[in-house]
């Protein structure tokens, strides 16, 4: 008996390895969203099964494109699962099935007219909040599932923030996908007075693509919004804070301010120690009378909600600073915030009171020229139907056309037009060798069982 078991142990111990040096089976699911800013374009990790054909794409292939229902990873081979598929890692140019080349469901907004609203410049990195004695607390990345934690903990202190999104980033699903339990979260966060500002589709580095892919990225983001709030930002941050100058020409024709910040907290690198010297000593660098910041912090760490949000406004609130919107430190009126999703004017129907949270209101949304009467309420939309799911944050509800948005949008995503790379599939299939290591532990146990 002993020596059946000692052989099951071993059969499962090799099958584990077996996956390690596949390459496939990424276990580290404590922080799958640890990519969030430059330099750190890291592979995601969701303990989602993967596969791997035996094909390779990308720039370090000879820009081979993957077979349609294929994702180009960050290793340059083809696959499918999390590692392989989720933005902003899947290397969409080459990956039909990457999560960036879908397109959510919603009116297209690509005929938007996109006239110049406020005063607020356009087609230039905006850093600094014009208000003395303001700190603009933004959090980036999200929304994710500690985002309705951080609403508790604003609403509680009183504060309000900018929340700059991202539509499809993580595996996490498209924002404006109910499943996911984002869209109301989102319509909680605006109904309690924060700021929603875009960060792109998928989270992709504006300044390496090409016009049309970065029309993309805006666009499909603000249709993904429009379906959630009947409107869209004014207000845009680029992803790794890049944004070249034919990046922010596209964005000033596409009439979104670039939404910066000076006060880099670090926050994603996990050393708060670190983060919080950072922010402190920025605020006593200046005095409450003479100057304003732009904070950037991420809501997808969880001690950046737990811990670091809670400093950030106690510390703000001591060296004698209030907090403000990201438009307040502009002076810029709420309606310049969003744009209609009609005409593309001012969403007259924003208003944010600042000085205390709003749990329900009513609104006007126009959309397709019909204007109803709708009420938000604050429900609280923890995305319960996927937190601690990985399976739902890894879910593909699109698929690989990257053709078109609806309508009339051109909305076609990626201009890699290499043969494809047609070779055997090949696929390794993790699901075998998990299957293998189940099977080897299932005798494990029941020879453990019949031994006793
Ligand atoms: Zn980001």
């Not at 099958?15 to 969203?33: G, I, K, R």
Request: proline letters at 5%; a negative charge.
């Amino acid at each position: 008996m002993y020596v059946r078991l000692i052989a099951a142990v071993l059969v499962s111990v090799i099958s584990t390895y077996a996956h390690a040096v596949d390459e496939d089976w990424n276990t580290n699911a404590s922080d799958p969203l640890d990519w969030s800013s430059a330099g750190s374009k890291k592979p995601l990790g969701h303990g989602v099964l993967e596969t791997r054909s035996t094909t390779t794409c990308g720039p370090s292939a000879n820009n081979a494109v993957c077979a349609s229902n294929l994702c180009c990873g960050p290793n340059g081979v083809c696959g499918t699962g999390s590692y392989y598929c989720a933005a902003p890692s899947c290397l969409f140019q080459y990956g039909p099935a990457c999560d960036a080349n879908q397109t959510p469901t919603g009116v297209n907004t690509t005929s938007v007219p996109r006239p110049k609203l406020g005063s607020t410049q356009y087609g230039v990195s905006i850093r600094d909040c014009g208000i003395p004695g303001k700190v603009a607390l933004t959090f980036d990345d999200g929304p994710y599932i500690y985002t309705s934690a951080l609403l508790d903990i604003l609403k509680e202190k009183g504060v309000k923030a900018t929340f700059f999104l991202v539509g499809n980033n993580g595996g996490k699903g498209q924002i404006n996908d109910p499943k996911t339990g984002y869209p109301a979260l989102i319509q909680r966060m605006y109904n309690e007075g924060h700021q929603v500002g875009s960060h792109t589709w998928s989270h992709a580095d504006l300044s390496t693509l090409t016009r049309q892919q970065r029309y993309d990225q805006v666009v499909k983001n603000e249709i993904a919004l429009t379906d959630i709030l009947g409107f869209f930002p004014t207000y845009l941050r680029p992803p790794y804070e890049s944004c070249n100058a034919d990046c922010l020409n596209d964005l000033k024709d596409l009439g979104y301010h670039v939404a910066n910040y000076d006060i880099d907290t670090l926050d994603w690198q996990g050393d708060y120690t670190r983060s919080q010297s950072i922010f402190s000593s920025n605020l006593k660098s200046a005095s409450p009378s003479a100057r304003g910041f732009i904070s950037l912090a991420h809501d997808i760490h969880d001690k950046t909600v737990h811990i670091f949000a809670a400093y950030m406004i106690d510390t703000l609130l001591a060296a004698g600073y209030t907090t403000a919107l990201y438009g307040e430190c502009m002076n810029d009126p709420p309606a310049n915030w969003y744009r209609n999703s009609t005409t593309g004017e001012p969403y007259t129907g924003a208003s944010h009171n600042t000085s205390t949270a709003s749990n329900a209101k009513s609104v006007s949304v126009s959309s397709n020229s019909t204007t109803t009467s709708i009420t938000h309420s604050s429900t609280t939309a923890t995305p319960s139907a996927v937190v601690g799911g990985e399976g739902a944050f890894g879910s593909r509800t699109g698929n690989a056309t990257v053709s078109g948005t609806n309508g009339t949008a051109s909305g076609t995503n990626g201009t890699a037009t290499k043969s494809q790379a047609t070779s055997g599939m090949g696929l390794k299939s993790s699901e075998t060798a998990g299957t293998f290591f189940g099977m080897g532990l299932t005798w494990a146990i029941l020879s453990w069982l019949f031994w006793i």
